[in-house]
């Protein structure tokens, strides 16, 4: 339990700003086993960015909370995964070669390229979970919980769509430069059912109310698919601002599938 305790608070301080015990550090063994508990840090993310919106729902319009929740899931996680998604379109983007994607998304500079994803990114999330939320906020005794899921469900299954992707393609850079090079290693039973399951509860919890939400899971998959293998095809594997990417891109996916499922299906 000791030593579960320690994966779990290595992954918390390497996707999250949140205080940790001081004698966590970022260890190679326990940083590659702490992939098993990456989806439960959208629990917690999205647990943080759901009680943000609900705080300031209370005297302020529903669309400035949704901002304010955003801003809230953003200073939680220090902009990790939007880090990741500005640095995959400046390379991608603007590199044609391997070598030179890999470059330009190692600077720490934002482009234009960046620079306009993130604007567009942002844009997209502000309007799909306002939307999201309005479907769910009926004012009936269970409207609170509905929502909460909502948020947890779409930071869980997201993560669990990027961290995946190392179970079935490898790490592109060939030197030790990114910090994301230790959970590329290798992972073993443990990583794979800890991230599903962690990864899946939220929303299989969230169908209770209604089961065609399980189908958000397919548009989710699609996404993470054909991103995987876009980044197989540039650079032959991906990097950890691939997965960053992934998890933004994904969360966005799954916000629309949600809408799209209610509205029309």
């Not at 579960?4 to 004698?23: D, G, Q, S, V």
């Not at 309007?127 to 769910?136: G, H, P």
């Not at 073993?188 to 919890?205: D, M, Q, R, Y």
């Amino acid at each position: 339990m000791k030593k579960e305790l320690h994966i779990f608070f290595t992954c918390l301080m390497f996707y999250t700003r949140i205080p940790c015990p001081k004698n966590i550090t970022h260890h190679p063994d326990y940083l590659n086993k702490a992939t098993r508990y990456f989806p439960f840090i959208g629990w917690i993310v999205g647990s943080i960015s759901f009680i943000a919106y609900s705080l300031f729902a209370l005297f302020l319009s529903s669309e400035i909370a949704v901002i304010l929740a955003i801003i809230a899931s953003i200073l939680t996680t220090g902009a990790f995964h939007e880090d990741g998604f500005a640095d995959v379109c400046d390379g991608f983007g603007g590199g044609w070669t391997k070598e030179k994607i890999l470059m330009i998304m190692k600077d720490s500079a934002i482009g234009a390229y960046g620079a306009i994803g993130l604007v567009l990114l942002f844009l997209l999330k502000f309007k799909l979970l306002s939307e999201s939320i309005l479907l769910f906020n009926d004012y009936d005794s269970t409207a609170v919980f509905k929502i909460y899921l909502l948020f947890i469900s779409a930071h869980s299954l997201s993560r669990l769509a990027a961290i995946s992707i190392i179970f079935t393609h490898e790490y592109s850079r060939d030197d030790a430069s990114s910090k994301s090079k230790p959970i590329a290693k290798q992972y073993t039973w443990k990583e794979v059912f800890g991230s599903f399951f962690f990864g899946l509860i939220p929303l299989l919890v969230f169908s209770y109310f209604d089961l065609k939400l399980l189908l958000a899971v397919i548009p989710v998959f699609i996404t993470r698919y054909f991103l995987a293998r876009y980044f197989q095809k540039w650079i032959d594997g991906y990097t950890g601002d691939c997965l960053g990417a992934t998890q933004q891109v994904c969360e966005v996916v799954f916000y629309l599938s949600i809408l799209f499922l209610w509205k029309f299906i």
